[in-house]
């Protein structure tokens, strides 16, 4: 797989932080960020930072990969609601498979997603684990 | 008020073809048109692609479809909107012949899938997703697996009751000489097949391969006519309630009344998206659809599960069936049907296009 740097630089706010916009009409939280409002059409919207708190409403153990994803199957993929109200889906690591349900309080952490061997580059991203 | 009419339609078995590129699937399907009156005179071409870029390094593919298949001047345009490009693609021709700007328009479906292996082709059909989900590295499969799971707890199924979207769709290949999978099976091969993305199986998995498909459309009725009464489109994200709020709206934009004579042809990717969209659209009441697939002629093809997924040519597949369906010259499973209800949508229901069709 290769990397840009060009994208990683711009993909920065859904990757190393949770940018998200919140409508002022309506209070929808649009993820990622969206200059209008994803659900009513607003363009009252203001930039928010999500928390990255939230709760595991239901996951996913995913047994086939992408390209460029191959390592860490199966992996874990999550619906999380977090804190702010929004639904995401998103990756869950360092999950134990016998101890994860849903209901269970999870949190955001920064890590590596895919490497580039060819440029040798490495792009991370904000997947969620378990908060104790 | 000029009406729009599919006059002939065409396409080849779907299935991995390592002898022919893209264009050759296309001129497969085509071959059954030669001789037509009407192939002769189409105003346009719209080609129903979808992933031609990534997958086999072509773009600009509609003019040199247009070439290959011996029409080097006719104005030719692609249209795209993932595996719902179909729909979109009948959308336009239809709007074009109905507004009077032409007459006859060759809508070709065509997706060559089978080329690279599929951790590459899902990579590739995961850029459908939205850009986090793209960038982590998550697949279509597991949105779906959500949904399936949202969808078990909510109406307390399991993956029997799923399993019988898969039984009944293998079971109406067998029939059809253009299905990808030709053989029956049963619950127990259904429940046991290798997980995807849990709950999703193998078998809850539309089977990507190659295809093409055409048909003909024309502002004059002939013999073999099919109308098309009425094309709309509805748009809106899915949710994990679960619901599939696109299909819900064109439900109520078609206000179409179903009939025990109404075929119906449902973009079935997941079994999940079987289920939500035969309940959305008013075929059955919600959480007990795959309880009553024998009370309804639904994907008599064997549908994007047993028939095959061909992409973005899915539609001209649903389409150029409804009308053999129609005129009765549908070689697999046949019913005695009025009138049908074609639903294309992408594999997660974003973007949604009914469309009702009578003889
Ligand atoms: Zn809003």
Redesign the interface.
Known sequence: MKIAPPQVWR?KR??YKLTASKCESCGHIS??YSSYC?KCGSKNVKKIEISGKGIL??????????????KGLP?V?G?VRLDEGV?????IVDADLDKLKEGIKVEATLRR??TDSYNGLI?Y???FRVAE | MTEVYINSSSMIPIDRYYEYDIYDLVIEAYKNFEGEYDVNNIDLIVVANAYSQKLNNASLIAPKIAEKIGKPNVPAIKVDNADASGGAALLTAYSMIKSGMVNSILIIGVEKQSDY????L??TI?TNL????Y?????S???A??LM??YM?KYNVDGNYFANWAIKMHKNATENPFAYLRFPVDLNTVTNS???????RLFDVGARADGAAIVLLSSNKTESSVKINRIVSAQA?YE?SPSLPSVKMLRNKLGMRLTEKTGIDIHDSYSIMAALMLEESGVFESGKSLYNLDNVNVNLSGGLKARGHAGGATALYQLAEAHMQLIGSFKGKKANVDDYLVISSDDLGIVSYGISLSR
């Open positions: 993909n859904f990757m993820f990622p994803t409403e239901s996951y996913t153990v995913s047994y086939q990969s992408r390209d460029g994803h191959e992996s993929i619906l639904e995401i889906v998103a990756p997603v895919y792009q991203g904000i997947k | 292996p599929s951790k590459y899902y990579d995961a939205d850009e986090y989900m960038y982590n590295g998550i697949s499969h597991s949105v697996a959500l799971r949202q707890k290798q997980i995807i993305s849990d709950p999703v994200r994990f």
